[in-house]
C-alpha cells in the first residue's frame, strides 16, 4: 500500500483565444485549478473544470478550493491511503461539489495509475486508439462572423459542429450553417436558456437536420425535457440534468433523454462516468464526451473516457488551439479530425513545468506527513 505524501494546488490562468459566450455569459479566460497529488516521488495530476463564477452550475473555482482545503482532503486523506475507490466511497458523505470531488479524485486515480504502469484509457475500458471530433462554437457578433469561425473549423477537418444557442440566436444561426455546409454532423446546446412553453421555437429547428439539441430547458426540469422530446422532432440530449447514474437511469427512463452528454467533472469523477457509460450502453442510449474548455490536462483524461465503446457520436473534445495559443501540456494536435488517446500509464501527460510556472497565479501546498 503507498501513502500520499502531499497534495499540491495550482491555479493558473490561461487566455482563451477568442472570447466563448453562452446562453449563461462570457468566458475570455479559464481560471483553472490543477490538483496535483505527490505519492514516492510520482505526481497525480488533474484538472478542475469548475469556472471562475456559478454561470454553468452551482460551483466556482474559489467554492472548490474551500471544499477541498477545508473539507474533502482533511476528512479523506487523513490516513494518506493512494486508493481512487476508497477516495471515491469516502467522498459521499460530502453533499455536492462533484467538480471538485472529480478533481481530487482523478489525481489520486492518475498518481494510482502511474505507479501501476497503466493508462487511463486502458483501465476505464477503451476499445479505441482514436477518437472522432467536435467542435463547440459560442454565440457571436453576427452570422457573418459565424460562418467565418464554422468554415475554420471545417477547415481544421473538425467532425461535428455544435452551436450554442439562446432565443433570438437559434433558427437563423442553424439554417446559415446548415446551407453552407448541408452534410456537415450538426448540433446545438442551449444550456437551458429556453422554457416549457418554447417547444414551436425548438421546433422549428427540426427542419436542418439536426443531431441533436443539449439541455433546452433548466436543470431540475426532467418532465419538461420529456414533454418537449414529444413535441419535436431533434432528439434531446442532457448536460446540466444528468449528475449520476441514478439521475442518468432516471431521465432515460422518463423519456426526458435518448442521448447523454457525459463530462466527469459535473458526475464527481471517471468512475461515475464510466458507469454512466456502462448504464447508456445497456440501454441502447448513445454517448458522447463533453468539455469544460480543459487544459491539456484536463482533455487527455477526456480523450481516454471518449474511447469507450459507448462513445459513439464526436465529442466536444477538440485539439488544444481551439482554446489556447500556449496549452500547459503538450498540445494536442487534429489529425484527420481525430485525437489520439494517449498510451502512456495515468493521464498520459504532463504540465510542462516553465509554462506552469509561467501562468500560475497562486499555489498551495499541503503536506499530509
Ligand atoms: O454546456 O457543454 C457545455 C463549455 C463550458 C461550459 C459548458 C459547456 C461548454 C461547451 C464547450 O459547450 C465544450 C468544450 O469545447 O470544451
Ligand atoms: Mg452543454
Same mark, same amino acid.
Given at each position: 500500500?503507498?501513502?500520499?505524501?502531499?497534495? =499540491?494546488?495550482?491555479?493558473?490562468?490561461?487566455?482563451?483565444?477568442?472570447?466563448?459566450?453562452?446562453?449563461?455569459?462570457?468566458?475570455?479566460?479559464?481560471?483553472?485549478?490543477?490538483?496535483?497529488?505527490?505519492?514516492?516521488?510520482?505526481?497525480?495530476?488533474?484538472?478542475?473544470?469548475?469556472?471562475?463564477?456559478?454561470?454553468?452550475?452551482?460551483?466556482?473555482?474559489?467554492?472548490?478550493?474551500?471544499?477541498?482545503? $477545508?473539507?474533502?482532503?482533511?476528512?479523506?486523506?487523513?490516513?494518506?491511503?493512494?486508493? /481512487?475507490?476508497?477516495?471515491?466511497?469516502?467522498? =459521499?458523505?460530502?453533499?455536492?461539489? /462533484?467538480?471538485?470531488?472529480?478533481?481530487?479524485?482523478?489525481?489520486?486515480?492518475?498518481?494510482?495509475?502511474?505507479?501501476?504502469?497503466?493508462?487511463?484509457?486502458?483501465?476505464?475500458?477503451?476499445?479505441?486508439? $482514436?477518437?472522432?471530433?467536435?467542435?463547440?462554437?459560442?454565440?457571436?457578433?453576427?452570422?457573418?462572423?459565424?460562418? @467565418?469561425?464554422?468554415?475554420?473549423?471545417?477547415?481544421?477537418?473538425? =467532425?461535428?459542429?455544435?452551436?450554442?444557442?439562446?432565443?433570438?440566436?437559434?433558427? @437563423?444561426?442553424?439554417?446559415?450553417?446548415?446551407?453552407?455546409?448541408?452534410?456537415?454532423?450538426?448540433?446545438?446546446?442551449?444550456?437551458?436558456?429556453?422554457? =416549457?412553453?418554447?417547444?414551436?421555437?425548438?421546433?422549428?429547428?427540426?427542419?436542418?437536420?439536426?443531431?441533436?439539441?443539449?439541455?433546452?430547458? /433548466?436543470?431540475?426540469?426532467?418532465?419538461?425535457?420529456?414533454?418537449?422530446?414529444?413535441?419535436?422532432?431533434?432528439?434531446?440530449?442532457?448536460?446540466?440534468?444528468?449528475?449520476?447514474?441514478?439521475?442518468?437511469?432516471?431521465?432515460?427512463?422518463?423519456?426526458?433523454?435518448?442521448?447523454?452528454?457525459?463530462?466527469?467533472?459535473?458526475?464527481?469523477?471517471?468512475? @461515475?462516468?464510466?458507469?454512466?457509460?456502462?448504464?447508456?450502453?445497456?440501454?441502447?442510449? /448513445?454517448?458522447?464526451? %463533453?468539455?469544460?474548455? $480543459?487544459?491539456?490536462?484536463?482533455?487527455?483524461?477526456?480523450?481516454?473516457?471518449?474511447?469507450?465503446? %459507448?462513445?459513439?457520436?464526436?465529442?466536444?473534445?477538440?485539439?488544444?488551439?481551439?482554446?489556447?495559443?500556449?496549452?500547459?501540456?503538450?498540445?494536442?494536435?487534429?489529425?484527420? %479530425?481525430?485525437?489520439?488517446?494517449?498510451?502512456?500509464?495515468?493521464?498520459?501527460?504532463?504540465?510542462?513545468?516553465?509554462?506552469?510556472?509561467?501562468?500560475?497565479?497562486?499555489?498551495?501546498?499541503?503536506?499530509?506527513?
Amino acid at each position: 500500500m503507498t501513502s500520499i505524501d502531499l497534495i =499540491r494546488l495550482h491555479r493558473i490562468d490561461m487566455p482563451l483565444v477568442r472570447p466563448f459566450r453562452t446562453s449563461f455569459g462570457t468566458q475570455e479566460a479559464r481560471d483553472v485549478l490543477l490538483v496535483e497529488v505527490v505519492s514516492e516521488g510520482v505526481s497525480g495530476w488533474a484538472e478542475c473544470v469548475a469556472m471562475e463564477w456559478p454561470g454553468y452550475s452551482h460551483e466556482y473555482v474559489d467554492g472548490a478550493v474551500d471544499v477541498l482545503v $477545508e473539507h474533502l482532503i482533511p476528512a479523506v486523506l487523513s490516513d494518506r491511503l493512494l486508493n /481512487p475507490h476508497e477516495v471515491h466511497g469516502r467522498m =459521499r458523505r460530502f453533499q455536492g461539489h /462533484p467538480m471538485a470531488k472529480a478533481a481530487l479524485e482523478t489525481a489520486v486515480l492518475d498518481a494510482w495509475l502511474r505507479q501501476r504502469g497503466q493508462s487511463l484509457a486502458d483501465y476505464l475500458g477503451a476499445v479505441r486508439d $482514436e477518437v472522432d471530433c467536435g467542435v463547440s462554437v459560442g454565440i457571436p457578433r453576427s452570422l457573418d462572423a459565424l460562418l @467565418e469561425e464554422v468554415a475554420s473549423y471545417v477547415d481544421a477537418g473538425y =467532425r461535428r459542429i455544435k452551436l450554442k444557442i439562446e432565443p433570438g440566436w437559434d433558427v @437563423e444561426a442553424v439554417r446559415a450553417v446548415r446551407e453552407a455546409w448541408p452534410a456537415m454532423p450538426l448540433q446545438t446546446d442551449a444550456n437551458q436558456a429556453y422554457t =416549457r412553453d418554447d417547444s414551436d421555437m425548438l421546433a422549428a429547428m427540426d427542419p436542418y437536420g439536426l443531431l441533436l439539441v443539449e439541455q433546452p430547458l /433548466p436543470e431540475d426540469d426532467l418532465r419538461g425535457h420529456a414533454l418537449l422530446a414529444e413535441r419535436i422532432a431533434t432528439p434531446v440530449c442532457l448536460d446540466e440534468s444528468i449528475i449520476s447514474v441514478a439521475t442518468a437511469d432516471s431521465a432515460i427512463a422518463f423519456g426526458a433523454t435518448s442521448v447523454i452528454n457525459i463530462k466527469p467533472g459535473r458526475v464527481g469523477g471517471y468512475l @461515475e462516468a464510466k458507469a454512466i457509460h456502462d448504464l447508456c450502453l445497456e440501454r441502447g442510449i /448513445p454517448v458522447w464526451c %463533453g468539455g469544460m474548455l $480543459e487544459t491539456g490536462i484536463g482533455r487527455a483524461a477526456n480523450i481516454a473516457l471518449a474511447a469507450l465503446p %459507448g462513445f459513439t457520436l464526436p465529442g466536444d473534445t477538440s485539439a488544444s488551439s481551439r482554446y489556447f495559443a500556449t496549452d500547459i501540456t503538450e498540445p494536442f494536435v487534429l489529425e484527420d %479530425g481525430r485525437l489520439r488517446v494517449p498510451t502512456a500509464p495515468g493521464i498520459g501527460v504532463d504540465p510542462i513545468p516553465a509554462l506552469l510556472a509561467e501562468f500560475t497565479t497562486w499555489s498551495a501546498e499541503i503536506d499530509l506527513r
